[in-house]
């Protein structure tokens, strides 16, 4: 055996790579055509190893058969140079602008191990640490940084604070005020004032709450002033399923009646009134908007935005109904906005005041979807089918629901405690509704 045989068969004696077995996996999906499971496969491969070229090539390849030409050139660009900072970079900034924070994540890292001295990679790091509830990730990549911008600062802080870290918090609120008071007028100028001011208001209302559990009661309210009438309470050994979020659920008439009945209960312990319920115009809306204007004994109305709105309770199905609502984010008088179900893995333009329940995934009980008991004896089951009658049948059933709710829900005192610090309703806080965004140190995991 020459010399260069014998170092061809150490070579081969090498370990693959971890990625490898994803990959198989991966190409077994693409050879049976199904590319969307292919691209799913190579997600968990490049987190096993990023550097591992062939998992480029397939996704290329994948990316090639479903028309996704953008996408494509982004992983062609590693194949042809994969010492490139700025090509992992740019494949990061792909996956965070749509919200795939995982695999951005992973696209980051690598670009940061190749060149450690770009600043804006640190940032966008630390959001998709943060978003995927990796809040002490995010501090720690933020603080290997030696940026002086606004913005890394203002992350920074916004981070530490939701690590409980608020020591020094307010000299450097104040710092921020005061270096963005000698700017120059402009757009972006207004969005970082405002900013600061949400981080100046969390920060008050981080100091109303003695013991902070890690539970999404006390971490909405800290985050936006908010309100949740409905949590997962099943306690074990202190952890909460998803901090007392729920997964996936599927609502029935009798959930939406006693949420009518909470809501009533709160609202009347606040001394709030109002001229009528406004609905957004989808159906799902218009149906719990009825149903809740019953509960308060108001006149309904579609929502109209050339209208004021004033002394209105605003209703939506959905958090994301308000998204093309920017005039709610600045709160008129008396004015509160609702939302029935709050996405807590999805942004939001406006974080309503009060939400009724948050869930990776929820189905109303006339949309169809869900599962019952259809024989008891055998424990058969059936998926329930769409409830196609008109809305103000469905809205009348569920007035005709019995009250299943009789005492006044414990949480609601935690709210009527720091009513004053509460969007939509207190006098602690100013007239911006912020927007929704994913991070939280409360833990949570995608499902599915």
């Known amino acids: 055996m020459g010399i260069f045989d014998f170092f061809k068969g150490k070579e081969n004696k090498q370990p693959d790579s971890p990625a490898k077995e994803h990959l198989d996996k991966a190409r077994e999906h693409f050879n049976s ?48 140079n994969n010492h490139s900072s700025e090509a992992y970079n740019n494949l990061g900034s792909f996956y965070h602008e749509i919200g795939h924070y995982d695999m951005a994540q992973t696209f980051y890292e690598k670009a940061i191990q190749l060149d450690p001295l770009n600043n804006a990679i640190y940032h ?24 002086n911008d606004f913005w890394d600062m203002y992350y920074l802080n916004k981070c530490k604070l ?34 600061v001011e949400e981080l100046h208001e969390t920060l008050q209302r981080f100091n109303t709450v003695p013991e902070i559990r890690t539970h999404i009661r006390e971490w909405h309210y800290i985050q936006y002033g908010g309100v949740i009438l409905d949590f997962f309470e099943m306690e074990e050994e202190k952890n909460y399923v998803a901090g007392g979020r729920y997964v996936a659920s599927w609502g029935s008439n009798q959930a939406i009646k006693n949420l009518a009945v909470n809501l009533k209960q709160y609202l009347n312990n606040l001394n709030q009134s109002f001229i009528k319920v ?12 009825r149903v809740i204007a019953h509960e308060l004994n108001l006149d309904f109305d579609l929502y109209d935005r050339n209208q004021p709105n004033t002394n209105c309770f605003i209703v939506s199905a959905e958090s994301t109904g308000y998204n093309y609502s920017q005039e709610l984010s600045t709160i008129q008088n008396g004015q509160v906005v609702f939302a029935v179900n709050h996405c807590w893995l999805q942004s939001s333009n406006i974080c ?67 009513k004053d610090y509460l969007k939509g309703t207190g006098n602690k806080t100013n007239n911006n509704r912020y927007n929704f965004s994913t991070e939280s140190p409360v833990l949570g995991s995608y499902f599915g």
């Open 352 to 418: 309503p005041d009060i939400i009724g329940f948050m869930t990776q995934t929820y189905s109303f009980p006339w949309s169809g979807g869900g599962f019952r008991i259809s024989d008891d004896d055998n424990k058969k089951v059936e998926k329930i089918p769409e409830d196609t009658r008109p809305a103000l049948e469905i809205v009348q059933e569920i007035i005709n629901i019995k009250n299943e709710t009789e005492e006044i829900n414990n949480n609601i005192k935690f709210y009527l405690d720091r």
């Open 162 to 195: 939701l690590n409980g870290e608020t020591k020094g918090m307010q000299p450097t609120i104040d710092m921020l005020r005061n270096f963005l008071q000698n700017q120059e007028p402009d757009e972006n100028l207004t969005i970082a004032k405002l900013k």
């Open 278 to 289: 406004v609905a957004m115009p989808d159906r799902d809306s218009e149906i719990v908007g």
């Open 33 to 80: 055509g199904a590319y969307q499971e292919t691209l799913r496969t190579l997600i968990s491969g490049f987190k096993a190893d990023v550097t591992y070229l062939p998992l480029y090539r397939l996704a290329s390849e994948t990316l090639g058969k479903l028309g996704g030409a953008e996408e494509k050139s982004l992983f062609d660009a590693v194949i042809a």
């Open 124 to 147: 966008d790091l630390a959001i998709c640490y943060a978003r995927r509830f990796q809040i002490k990730k995010a501090i720690d990549i933020l603080s290997k940084s030696d940026s």
